[in-house]
C-alpha cells in the first residue's frame, strides 16, 4: 500500500482520469482470487470491454508500469505484500457462434462456455466441464482434463501482441504443449478465441458434462478456497508418452495430512492446497517447499508449481524460487 507521504507517480493522475469509475486502489487481491489470499494491488482496472481491456494494457506498456492479466483468479498464487503496478481484470464475456465455431472472449469463464457449446448441440469441450478460470487463461495453459485439453478443439485467437498491435494467431503460433502455449513467454494477450467443436447429440453431451462435473465435485474441495493443482504432473521416465500425476508421488509422502498454518492439503486430493481458513501466500509457499524436498529425497523428482506465483513475496521469495518451473 502506497504510504500518504510517498511521491505518487507522474502517471497517477493520466491513469485515474482514464480509467475512473473502472479502477480500485489499494484493493486486496484475496477479494479477487480463488484461493482468496493475496496482499493489495497498487490500482485494479476493471476491464468489462475489449477496448478497455487494451487500453489498460496499452497505457501500462507505454508507461513503463509492471502489469498483471487477471482472468477469474485460479491456478495463482498473489504474494502477501500484494502486486505493486496495475492488475488488469478481464471481465470481457461476449461471444458468437457461427456454424461448428464458438468465438469467446477471453474473460468468460471455461465453464460456462462448456454450457454454451452444449445448448448448441456442439461437442468436444466436454472434457473442461467443471474447469474454473477463464477463456484466456485456459489457452494460455493449455488447460485440460479427462483426456482432453484446449488444443484439441483450438482453431484460432486474435491477441494483442507485445506491440500493442491486434493480430490473430494460429495453433501453430501458439506452440501448445503439456500445460502451456506461446502466450506463457512473452507478454501477449489473447483478447479473444475461437474453437471448432463437431455437430453431437444434446443429451449425450449433457450426460458427460454431468459425469465430469460430479468427478471434479467428488475430488475438489467445495467448503474451502483453492488454486486447483499445485504442482504440474510429470512425464513418466518409462513412457514420453504418458504423465505420472504429481498427487501419486505426493500421497507417498502421506501429503495428506500437512498442515502449515491455515494451509494444508486437501484429505481427497494430494496435489490440491486449499486455505482453511486465514492462510498466507508464504504458508503455502512453505508447504509446497517442504513436500517437494521429500519426493526429491524419495523419489529423486523435482516437483514443478502449476499455480503462478504472482507479486511481492517479500522475505519467502528465494524459497519460492525452489518450486517454480
Not at 479477487?32 to 489498460?56: E, K, Q, W, Y
Not at 488447460?143 to 494460429?170: I, Y
Not at 467428488?218 to 474451502?224: A, C, V
Request: hydrophobic fraction near 40%.
Amino acid at each position: 500500500m502506497l504510504k500518504d507521504n510517498a511521491a505518487k507517480p507522474a502517471w497517477e493522475p493520466a491513469f485515474k482520469k482514464r480509467f475512473e469509475g473502472l479502477y480500485l486502489e489499494n484493493e486486496p487481491m484475496s477479494k479477487h482470487t480463488s484461493i482468496r489470499i493475496g496482499g493489495p494491488a497498487r490500482f485494479l482496472v476493471n476491464a468489462a470491454s475489449v477496448d478497455d481491456l487494451i487500453d489498460a494494457v496499452k497505457f501500462a506498456s507505454q508507461n513503463g508500469i509492471d502489469y498483471f492479466l487477471l482472468g477469474g483468479g485460479s491456478n495463482i498464487l498473489v504474494g502477501d505484500y500484494g502486486f505493486h503496478g496495475i492488475v488488469i481484470k478481464n471481465m470481457c464475456v461476449n461471444y458468437i457462434i457461427d456454424d461448428n465455431i464458438i468465438s469467446a472472449e477471453t474473460g468468460m469463464t471455461l465453464d460456462d462456455l462448456v454450457d454454451v457449446s452444449h445448448h448448441n448441440s456442439l461437442s468436444g469441450l466436454e472434457f473442461a466441464a467443471g474447469i474454473w478460470g477463464t477463456v484466456g487463461g485456459a489457452v494460455c495453459g493449455n488447460a485440460g482434463a479427462f483426456g482432453g485439453s484446449v488444443s484439441d478443439v483450438f482453431h484460432k485467437a486474435v491477441l494483442l501482441d507485445e506491440d500493442n498491435k491486434v493480430v490473430t494467431a494460429d495453433k501453430e503460433k501458439l506452440k501448445f504443449r503439456y500445460r502451456h502455449s506461446a502466450l506463457k513467454d512473452n507478454r501477449e494477450l489473447a483478447l479473444s478465441a475461437s474453437f471448432k467443436l463437431v455437430k453431437g447429440d444434446k443429451d449425450e453431451i449433457g450426460a458427460k458434462i454431468s459425469r465430469h462435473r460430479e468427478i471434479r465435485r467428488e475430488k475438489h474441495p467445495l467448503d474451502y478456497y483453492s488454486a486447483g493443482s499445485f504442482f504440474k504432473n510429470l512425464k513418466n521416465p518409462r513412457d514420453a508418452g504418458m504423465n505420472v500425476a504429481a498427487g501419486w508421488y505426493l500421497d507417498q509422502v502421506g501429503a495428506r495430512e500437512r498442515r502449515i498454518g491455515d494451509a494444508g492439503v486437501f484429505e481427497k486430493h494430494a496435489n490440491i492446497f486449499v486455505n482453511y481458513g486465514e492462510a498466507t501466500a508464504a504458508d503455502m509457499v512453505k508447504l509446497g517447499a517442504g513436500l517437494k524436498a521429500e519426493v526429491k529425497e524419495k523419489f529423486s523428482v523435482d516437483l514443478r508449481m502449476e499455480v503462478r506465483p504472482v507479486g511481492d513475496f517479500g522475505e519467502h521469495r528465494e524459497l519460492l524460487e525452489t518450486i517454480i518451473d
